[in-house]
């Protein structure tokens, strides 16, 4: 896999994660002001403003985690340990890498 790809492909992953942690964030701005004070523990017609607060602070963590992945994945391209499992050491293998940039193990030290 030849940086240019590797460095598109991560460029890429930045980007949708930045645009997911944006309209996450923007949504649970939303919610704050639009929440204030309410007491909707007890609407019949939907999900509570607390549940829906909750969903979209995970999604906004989730998309924190995806951006620190690419950093992590930045930092070993420079470091020159991109395609070197961080679990056992050997390859990660090209295939797995093009699926997901940001894996930083095999499919054998990423199984559970």
Do not use: N
């Amino acid at each position: 896999m030849g940086r240019r790809s590797v460095m598109a492909a991560l460029d890429e992953e930045r980007r949708r994660a930045g645009a997911r942690l944006a309209a996450a964030g923007a949504e649970l701005d939303d919610l704050r002001s639009a929440g204030g004070g309410a007491d909707d523990e007890h609407d019949p017609e939907g999900s509570t403003v607390a549940f829906e607060r909750a969903r979209v602070a995970t999604l906004v963590a989730d998309a924190q985690d995806r951006l620190a992945a690419v950093e992590h994945a930045l930092a070993r391209l420079e470091a020159g340990t991109y395609e070197q499992c961080a679990a056992c050491g050997g390859p990660i293998g090209e295939e797995r890498l093009a699926a997901r940039p940001t894996a930083d193990r095999c499919v054998r030290c990423a199984r559970p």
